[in-house]
């Protein structure tokens, strides 16, 4: 088999990348077994998942999981996360914060809640989630979230 010269040379750069991987690993072995295989410094069976009360995944339907976060990741580091709000007077106060959309699935975080199309929040559906609003439904009446 003969290879041109760009296979070659695509050859020596793995080379080089594989061999730095696995001088860095001899070198700092001890770290990688460390954050791997422990917890607070108490250490598990090599191979073995460590669980807690905060890791741990729930999956049913009736439980919905409310995430923590220091801080939001959505919003942009020096920028206003306020979010225009149009909303009754008397309804309750719904901030967007963050949209993302793709084919498949679209989420919205209002409040803190990461939420996707026909979910409810303090009584409103979310109907539809457009890249830059949200439409939310109650008994027929259409309310809109905007984002900056």
């Known amino acids: 088999m003969i290879l041109t010269k760009s296979q070659k040379r695509l050859f020596i750069v793995l080379a ?22 422990t917890e607070n410094g108490k250490t598990g069976e090599p191979g073995t998942p460590l669980v807690n009360e905060k890791t741990q995944i729930v999956n049913s339907p009736e439980t919905k999981i409310r995430l923590e976060w220091k801080r939001n990741p959505f919003r942009e580091i ?19 914060q963050a949209i993302t959309c793709s084919d498949k699935n679209s989420f919205v975080m209002i ?34 979230l905007q984002t900056k």
């Open 111 to 144: 409040n803190d809640l990461i939420l996707k199309e026909g979910e409810f929040i303090a009584g409103y559906q979310i109907s539809k989630i457009f890249p830059n609003r949200v439409r939310l439904t109650e008994n027929g009446k259409s309310l809109y």
């Open 16 to 37: 080089i990348i594989l061999s730095y991987a696995v001088t860095d690993f001899f070198i700092n072995k001890e770290h990688y077994i460390r954050f791997y295989f």
């Open 78 to 96: 020096g920028k206003n996360p306020a979010a225009k709000i149009k909303k009754p007077s008397a309804g309750p106060k719904l901030v967007l």
